[in-house]
C-alpha cells in the first residue's frame, strides 16, 4: 500500500460567488490574505458553475464576493494515483 502525501483536507481559503441559477459556490480564486482582509470588488466576473449537471454561465461581476474552503470529500482524489483507486 502506498500512502499518499498530499493532504485530503485543503484548509486554504478561496475567494468565490454563489450560481445564480443552482446556488453551488463557484470558486475563482485563492484568498491569500487567510481571511483577514474583506475581499475587494471584482472586475469583470465571467464565470461557469462547476457542476455538471448545471454548468449556468454568468456575469457575476456585481455578485457579492465570499470566502469558501472545499469540502473535503471533493479532495478524496487529488495527489491519488490509478494503483491507489485501484486499492
Do not use: N
Amino acid at each position: 500500500m502506498r500512502i499518499s502525501p498530499w493532504s485530503k483536507v485543503d484548509t486554504k481559503w478561496y475567494l468565490g460567488v454563489r450560481c445564480r441559477k443552482c446556488g453551488a459556490p463557484i470558486l475563482f480564486a485563492l484568498d491569500h490574505s487567510d481571511g483577514e482582509v474583506p475581499p475587494v470588488p471584482a472586475g469583470k466576473l465571467l464565470l461557469t458553475c462547476p457542476l455538471a449537471e448545471c454548468r449556468h454561465k454568468a456575469d457575476y461581476s456585481t455578485a457579492t464576493v465570499a470566502r469558501f474552503q472545499k469540502e473535503p470529500s471533493a479532495l478524496a482524489d487529488i495527489g491519488a494515483t490509478d494503483e491507489d483507486r485501484e486499492g
